[in-house]
């Protein structure tokens, strides 16, 4: 690394240095910049900047190289998911561990007493999810009085999940006198005021998205009947020839898709919690090396999975929460490419939810109306052979725009998926009747 290299101005240590070039960091993200210094000098620091933007290395970099060279247990840090535990297990291990520092994940999922046992190894740096990390503070497995530094990773994830309580008993149990950081993708309010909680004058850093940054993704909503959504996933994942991740809201909804599919082509699999831990790894591993073709998943495995090259994530169902959408999606369009997202939504039934997708995505009810009258502008009446026989009652239900229009019409791209302009989410308002007619037309 040179000494013109942006990480040398960062104050960092030649030997951390030697580690971020190693791992092929060329150049430090905006959050890296201006994060990594401010925790060096032992702020608290809040830090928002959407998934992807490199948040894991802007904490783990400055926290391995202040406690590297002392003994015990100074690092606690707390993730929503196993999956971003062992992720972040991993960058902690990449940095750590040739400073001489030990890492320990504990996750729900692995077994009990071979955690308790690394735990009482006195680890260096602690990785867990709120919910196991509790299990253990019950069973007396681990103190945490000699944490040092209290990092919340994808808090507003954290809360999302109903971790609040957990978070709320793991840090009382740790010194006040300490260091807070907080990393999340969004300062949603239950994010504010878990930080007023658990941190002192915390610095802020908040990264806002940019164009380049921000991932492109071909966003399109397609309305219709919950009986025709099999055959629609069908069609959708014969027409689509690169890697598709399908969420489904539960467990049992997953297996139904993933048994539907795997009759017909033997490159699907799926995960969700029920699996064990190993089962869920290999899934991913495999989904990774392009073993699987297709991943169905439920909303738990949604974040945190850092799959490149997902073609095409599908909404098979229409989130709990909108801000699952943004999070779902998130796994395609990145790293410059443009991805494409198709959601599923039953008109009625998902209404509400796909207001909140809009409103989200800073698409307010009036604009979306004006979209809406948009689609129906007039020229398209002077179409005469795309008019189909219920073209009158489609009419009325903000019917279909024509086939060939959308099929000529370049791929759109989100300059933000949070904010972009409504003409890019492609509503499609339909009676459950004529969906597949529809469908043909676009894909065959
Ligand atoms: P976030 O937590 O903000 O969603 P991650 O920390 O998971 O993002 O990082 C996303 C990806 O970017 C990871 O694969 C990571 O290895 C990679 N990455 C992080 N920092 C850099 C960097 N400075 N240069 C290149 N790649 C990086
Ligand atoms: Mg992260």
């Known amino acids: 690394m040179t000494s013109e290299s942006p990480w040398s101005q960062l104050g960092l240590s030649p030997q951390i240095l030697e580690l971020i070039e190693k791992a092929g960091y060329k150049q430090p993200t905006s959050v890296q910049s201006q994060a990594i210094p401010l925790v060096r000098e032992g702020f608290d620091v809040l830090v928002s900047s959407q998934t992807g ?65 690394a735990l009482a190894s006195s680890p260096h740096i602690i990785v867990a999810t709120p919910g196991r990390l509790c299990d253990h503070l019950e069973r007396g497995n681990v103190w945490l009085d000699f944490i040092q530094c209290l990092i919340f990773d994808e808090a507003d994830r954290m809360l999302d999940m109903g971790f609040a309580k957990q978070i709320d008993i793991i840090t009382e149990q740790i010194p006040k006198e300490r260091q807070t950081l907080m990393f999340s993708a969004t300062f949603a309010p239950k994010v504010e005021k878990l930080a007023r909680s658990v941190m002192r004058d915390p610095k802020e850093v908040t990264i806002e998205k940019t164009v380049e940054s921000a991932p492109k993704i071909d966003q399109r ?32 909804r997953v297996f139904q898709v ?38 169905v998943a439920t909303d738990v495995m949604g974040r945190g999975i850092d799959v490149d090259d997902v073609a095409h994530v599908l909404n098979y169902d229409v989130p709990r929460e909108a801000e699952d959408y943004i999070h779902r999606i998130g796994r395609t369009g990145r790293r410059g ?6 959601t599923f939504a039953i008109p009625g ?47 009325r239900h903000r019917g279909p725009r024509p086939a060939r229009e959308r099929l000529e019409t370049p791929k759109t791209v989100a300059p933000n998926p949070v904010m972009s302009p409504p003409a890019d989410i492609l509503v499609e308002k339909q009676s459950g009747i004529g969906f597949l007619d529809w469908f043909k037309k676009i894909f065959s």
């Open 53 to 117: 933007s490199g948040k894991t290395a802007s904490f783990v970099i400055p926290t391995v190289e202040r406690f590297q060279g002392k003994n015990g247990t100074y690092i606690l840090a707390l993730s929503p998911t196993r999956e971003i535990a062992q992720q972040t297990g991993a960058v902690f291990e990449t940095f750590g561990a040739p400073l001489g520092l030990r890492t320990v994940v504990c996750i729900g999922g692995a077994s009990i007493p071979v955690e308790k046992e």
């Open 221 to 252: 909503l397609y309305w219709l009947d919950e009986g025709k959504k099999m055959s629609a996933l069908m069609r959708l994942a014969r027409e689509e020839t690169g890697t598709i991740i399908i969420f489904a809201k539960s467990k049992e």
């Open 258 to 295: 993933w048994r539907a599919l795997h009759d017909k082509a033997d490159d699907v699999i799926y995960i969700h919690s029920d699996l064990a831990q190993e089962q869920r790894e290999a899934a991913i591993a495999e989904f990774k090396s392009g073993r699987y073709r297709i991943l």
């Open 337 to 342: 490419k443009t991805g494409m997202a198709t």
């Open 349 to 395: 039934k998902d209404d509400a939810g796909i207001r909140a997708i809009e409103k989200i995505r800073g698409i307010t009810n009036e604009r979306s109306e004006e979209a809406r009258k948009n689609d129906q502008r007039p020229q398209r009446n002077n179409r005469p052979n795309e008019r189909r026989p219920d073209a009158d009652h489609q009419q």
